[in-house]
């Protein structure tokens, strides 16, 4: 009867294909398996029992008898002398005991092969704390963004052993062979339902990250906007990082919970991974990536052996900017270096701010002024 009613389960399960099923199943397969061992071990101890009652055994001896002979391994040292003992062990052991056995045995194999299945579909539920959840997957090219986004998050000492976990329905088969092999899993299912976000540990993550629906969409930042407003209900206490399409949004996710929130760069994720490891580093990066506010600029300027820390401090003094890099001789781009260096250059890249775009001349006029310094 019972094999009946998980077989039924099964195909219903697969025709209808509802969370609701999937948790009768999962329930019913434990229920059976439980009352399975509770049968077992009752035949176990009353053969013991009439092993000592029929056979006159020692409880050391009934106990001995009693597990070769339900395991099947009869090693013939012991066994029943008796009319009523041999009966004992036919009803109890032989149609009993090892049936039950062999039941348990399939059902466990049954339950292990459909977590299985489960854990590579996403429809398994982890118990995960202190972990990294990122909500959604980018419309184009997501495996090449989540395998550039994970290795950098692989790649900071505090998260290189952090686990991280999907909740998208972007991966219904499982996810791709290059996520998987960094450690990665996922939830299958949207993030607008509330059963999904408990299934996901939401509110024992460390790191929430809500990605754009479609980074080229400011519809997506409604969808999101729900999502906020989800985790705030659910009060939350992980960081949570959002991106945000529509800038005019951004006021409003602060508003709503969010923590940081940045515009969906596509080509660049370890803005996310900055974002997190070192707070405010994002809205500097943010920048770089656009023409408004502060950006890059490059001026051909003749540097001859002068001290970085000079040239720095001397663009800095006269407001005209911050130096990130120079070009050598060859045309070479220098970012970073030692202040105790006299470079010798053909050119300045300057962090400058839009309200003052200074002009090559101002420029050339302070690096002037380190040479007579």
């Not at 495996?143 to 000492?157: G, H, K």
């Not at 515009?263 to 920048?287: F, Q, S, T």
Request: glycine share 4%; aromatic share 8%; proline share 3%.
């Amino acid at each position: 009867m019972q094999i009946a009613v998980i077989y039924f389960f099964k195909k219903l399960l697969k025709r209808k294909k509802t969370r609701q099923l999937k948790r009768v199943l999962d329930s019913n397969i434990r229920r059976s398996i439980t009352l399975l061992i509770t049968y077992f071990i009752l035949m176990v101890i009353l053969h013991i029992i009439a092993m000592l009652s029929f056979e006159d055994l020692s409880i050391d001896d009934a106990i001995w008898i009693t597990l070769t002979t339900v395991t099947t391994v009869g090693y013939g040292d012991l066994s029943a002398q008796t009319n009523l003992g041999r009966a004992a062990t036919v009803v109890l052991l032989y149609c009993g005991g090892i049936f039950i056995l062999a039941k348990i045995a399939g059902d466990l194999f049954d339950f292990r092969l459909e977590r299985k299945h489960k854990m590579l579909n996403g429809q398994w539920r982890w118990k995960m704390n202190d972990h990294i959840v990122i909500i959604n997957t980018p419309t184009h090219n997501a495996e090449q963004y989540f395998e550039r986004l994970i290795s950098q998050f692989r790649e900071v000492t505090d998260y290189e052993e952090l686990p991280i976990q999907l909740l998208t329905p972007a991966y219904p088969n499982g996810l791709h062979p290059s996520l998987q092999k960094f450690g990665v899993i996922h939830y299958s299912g949207n993030a607008n339902n509330e059963d999904n976000l408990s299934a996901v540990n939401i509110n024992e993550a460390a790191q929430v990250i809500i990605l754009a629906s479609d980074e080229t969409d400011i519809m997506s930042d409604s969808y999101t906007f729900d999502i906020l407003h989800r985790l705030k209900e659910m009060q939350i206490k992980g960081n949570l990082l959002v991106e945000c399409v529509d800038d005019k949004n951004r006021k409003r996710f602060l508003e709503a919970g969010a923590n940081s929130v940045i515009r969906p760069i596509r080509a660049y994720p370890e803005l996310i991974v900055r974002a997190i490891v070192a707070p405010g580093c994002e809205k500097v990066l943010e920048n770089l990536f656009t023409h408004g506010g502060n950006h890059t600029r490059r001026y051909d300027v003749t540097i001859n052996n002068i001290l970085w820390s000079d040239v720095v401090c001397a663009l800095i003094n006269n407001d005209l900017g911050t130096a990130l890099a120079y070009l050598d001789q060859r045309g070479n781009v220098v970012t970073d270096p030692t202040p105790s260096n006299k470079i010798t250059a053909t050119g300045l890249i300057l962090l400058i701010r839009e309200q003052h775009v200074p002009n090559t001349d101002e420029v050339i006029n302070a690096v002037k002024s380190c040479e007579v310094s």
